[in-house]
């Protein structure tokens, strides 16, 4: 009796264990355990189903990296440009100057070129004169004196003609003006050439040109971008020295500039350049403003080196309106050159004349285009024969 009442009791604990489990798997908001996936079979990429079967004693194996680890391609830095030399870049650009002055030339040769001159004609002539720009106090010097030589000369050849209109041209734009551009070091210091003008002019670009020129005819160069109200501009020139391989000098936007431009000088020394070029704003505030920014700049430099040439630039198709300004400049700086952009896009070439006479000094530097290399030292007979055509 006791065994079946043990075996009784051992059925009844076994039921219970199986109900408690099958209780446990079921219960309400329980959840089943996850079905066990078969392993991820990845297809093998090209090259592996492609490649021969090793043979047997080759014990070479090949690892193909995962996607994750492959390396990005490098980046490449711009190719250094050698620009041309400066030498001649006015006669390469002649036929360009001469298309865009035809008006001027041609119309004073074909006027003077008349049997009759009266006034009638010379009142045509002084217009024609005005109207490129020449100016009225240059016009009426330049028609007095061709009234003069027209008189002493009586019957004229059309190469009589032109003969005496060249050689009146040249003694107005001042073919014996000293247009030397002053880039070379002294001893073991960089010459230092300051950059001024009005926005909008030009004037970064041509900082940009110059630095291209200097560079082409051998000279190392470093570029200051102190022109740090635009922050445009020092990124501008960046990009034209990257271009050539100029170190460029910024600082941070509406810093300030003379710290950049002391920044640059100190550079130009420490890597031996030939010349430092300075690129400063061309806020046009107030005179005061102008003076004290442009004064503090210029001061700051010659702590370290000569200010050797203040470039004036100025933009030939503004005419007249661009010379009140560019007076302002000249009265607040010691300006040594000028240098006129977009001499090729205007009909008005008289403005070499006029600027130089208002303002006492030379142009040394065209711009005859919108090329890197259309920036050329200027050259008076050039371009009075590019006025005259052949």
Do not use: C
């Amino acid at each position: 009796m006791d065994g079946y009442l043990g075996i009784i009791v051992i059925v009844v604990v076994v039921a219970l264990v199986a109900a408690g489990g099958l209780f446990l798997l079921f219960k309400p908001g329980g959840k089943a355990a996850p079905p066990v996936e078969p392993p991820e079979v990845r297809p093998l990429p090209e090259e592996e189903r492609k490649a021969p079967a090793a043979e047997e004693g080759d014990t070479a194996t090949t690892t193909v990296p995962p996607p994750s680890v492959i390396a990005p391609p490098p980046v490449l830095k711009p190719e250094i440009e050698v620009p041309p030399p400066s030498a001649g870049r006015m006669v390469r650009l002649r036929a360009r100057l001469a298309r865009s002055q035809n008006a001027l030339g041609k119309g004073l040769l074909e006027l003077l070129s008349r049997d009759r001159l009266d006034d009638d004609v010379w009142d045509e002539i002084e217009e024609i004169l005005i109207t490129a720009d020449v100016g009225v106090a240059p016009t009426r010097a330049m028609v007095d004196d061709l009234r003069t030589r027209v008189k002493v000369l009586g019957t004229r050849t059309p190469a009589d003609v032109r003969a005496m209109l060249r050689e009146e041209l040249l003694t107005q734009v001042g073919a014996d003006l000293d247009r030397t551009l002053h880039t070379s070091p002294h001893g073991e210091r960089p010459a230092v050439v300051l950059v001024v003008g009005v926005n909008g002019t030009g004037k970064t670009t041509t900082t940009g040109k110059l630095a291209r020129a200097l560079i082409g005819d051998g000279k190392k160069v470093v570029l200051g971008a102190a022109d740090t109200f635009r922050a445009a501009a020092a990124d501008q020139l960046q990009t034209w020295g990257e271009r050539v391989g100029a170190d460029v000098v910024r600082g941070p936007e509406a810093g300030d500039p003379a710290s950049v431009a002391f920044d640059a000088t100190a550079k130009g020394i420490e890597v031996k350049a030939d010349t430092v070029i300075v690129d400063t704003a061309g806020r046009l505030h107030t005179k005061t403003g102008l003076m004290d920014e442009l004064g503090k700049v210029k001061r700051v430099i010659e702590k370290k080196a000569t200010v050797d040439e203040v470039l004036l630039v100025l933009d030939a198709t503004t005419g007249q309106n661009g010379m009140r300004q560019a007076q302002v400049f000249a009265e607040v700086v010691n300006v040594t050159g000028i240098a006129l952009t977009k001499l090729d896009g205007t009909a008005k070439g008289g403005i070499v004349i006029s600027v130089q006479r208002e303002l006492g000094v030379p142009v040394k530097l065209v711009g005859l285009g919108e090329g890197p290399d259309d920036l050329a030292p200027f050259d008076p007979e050039v371009f009075v024969d590019a006025l005259l055509g052949e």
